[in-house]
């Protein structure tokens, strides 16, 4: 198997995606790097076959957004909103990530080496997120499926108005958001959290985490909030 | 919208490109502010009894000839000139305060633009390569500089409405946001004292932070006070004498990404600016955190 060289200085962004999804269905030419990214945005979106791409360099805004299928490596710093609306596949990010990582992706797995900034998670509809080291404030904000692991700390208003998605954490949290619990860490939620963390490669015992979730009272009308409309 | 950038060279050889590498940076943020550039460059810093303006025109054809001389004739002392297109550096061992009221009695369609010992502040409307090119960034050499480029939301498209603002001696900010008090601020901070030559936002923060230094307040203080007052989104990057600030508001929807190796700092709105730097590669990287303040170089 060859790998495939492109040069995003040379050919642009558009240059690097339109080739990426010009790759017909069943192609042997899986294996792709994309050198000199120099912080461009949406490098390697849209991404819809099982291609190996690795961006040799920090990606700009919204890298690997839409990605369904493939594997996406990211050598260093991801701007804001990589793999957002992710479908499936997964996306690496061997350096820290900006804001809202992973933002509203319905599936696939979105591993962070290093940190993530706020909103790390919000509207989550199904992926699964793994953090080696910190998430900013606001992370899971109305996550609704899937799982956030943070190996590190979680910063002010962790899951706020969360629906059914299940959160990890390993260190301090700085305050839950609103309707954001400790829970009950039982077996099948242990089973669940060591195999993200065996998928993500991230050497951290299960044992040390707590696990955060909904208390599902914000789903229906309370009323005793009348007076809050 | 809007773009901001700052670099900070920690390792003084790389002084006599501090233009040439920050220049880039500004262009970068063409897409974020076509509106409107402008940078504050620190360098060549004057004696301890003299005091540096930077002074912006918009008929320099009837304003710059003889100023130096007619200024000297005025207050006495040695006055020498820089002219940069419709800008000119003035250096003066006048006080300052009557080389401010010199200025507005003998050449009163001048702004000044920045004050200090080594800060000069160039700001134009127009693409930032443009406004770069016009003040001759390239070849600047120096410290440090802050730059910014305007995409404007919420006044006129003017050189005196365009970023940095001054807030101090050496002190300037650029601004990446919006703040939705600024009008009740202005007049507060008028009834003080403090003067405006726009109905900008930036400003109102700008003369706030003028005030609180006046006060007394440290840079940090001013921006913690900031946090109380100013209502708003804002990623600000602070220029002083001896480096630069970096903070955002707290809930810092406003980009920011910070860089540093051995060599430099570096801030922008996005990381492409800072990219092209040497050692970009393998800088580390990371988004800077809200309701914090990060400096580097010796801030007050």
Sequence with gaps: MTMGELDLKEIGVRGVNAALHELPDGTNERQWVINNPMGQHAIACGLDAPLNVTVNGHAGFYCAGMNQRAEITIQGHAGVGVAENMMSGTVRVTGNASQSAGATAHGGLLVIDGDASSRCGISMKGIDIVVGGSVGHMSAFMAQSGHLVVCGDAGDALGDSIYEAMLFVRGEVASLGADCIEKEMRPEHLAKLSELLAAAGMDTDPADFKRYGSARQLYNFHIDNVDAY | ?300
């Design chain 2, 1 to 300: 919208m809007c773009g901001i950038v700052g670099l900070y060279l920690k390792n003084p050889a790389l002084q006599p490109t501090l233009g040439a590498m920050f220049e880039p940076m500004l262009v970068e943020m063409t897409d974020r502010g076509p509106d409107s550039a402008g940078f504050a460059v620190y360098r060549n810093p004057v004696g301890a009894d003299e005091t540096k303006f930077t002074l912006a025109s918009d008929d320099p054809a009837a304003d710059w000839p003889d100023l130096d001389s007619d200024m000297s004739g005025g207050l006495g002392g040695t006055v020498r000139m820089d002219v940069h297109s419709d800008h000119a550096v003035v250096i003066t061992d006048a006080a300052p305060d009557a080389a401010v009221a010199w200025l507005m009695e003998y050449r009163p369609g001048v702004r000044i633009v920045g004050s200090g010992r080594s800060i000069e502040i160039f700001k134009q409307t127009g693409l930032p390569k443009d406004v770069a090119r016009q003040f001759n960034l390239a070849g600047a050499a120096g410290s440090h500089a802050i730059g910014h480029t305007r995409m404007a939301t919420e006044s006129a498209v003017t050189t005196a409405g365009s970023h940095p603002f001054a807030t101090g001696l050496d002190v300037c900010l650029v601004h990446n946001g919006s703040l939705s008090n600024h009008n009740r601020l202005r007049r507060k901070l008028e009834r003080d004292g403090i003067r405006f030559q726009t109905e900008n936002d930036t400003e109102v923060a700008a003369g706030f932070m003028t005030w609180k230094l006046r006060q007394g307040a440290t840079l940090e203080e001013a921006l913690e006070a900031g946090f109380q007052e100013l209502d708003g989104f804002f990623t600000f990057c602070v220029g002083t004498a001896d480096g630069f600030a970096v903070t955002r508001d707290p809930i810092a929807c406003k980009h920011a990404v910070m860089a540093e190796t051995d060599d430099w700092v570096a801030m922008a709105t996005e990381y492409r600016a800072i990219a092209h730097l040497p050692g970009a590669d393998t800088a580390d990287i990371w988004e800077p955190e809200p309701h914090r303040i990060y400096t580097w170089g010796r801030v007050q």
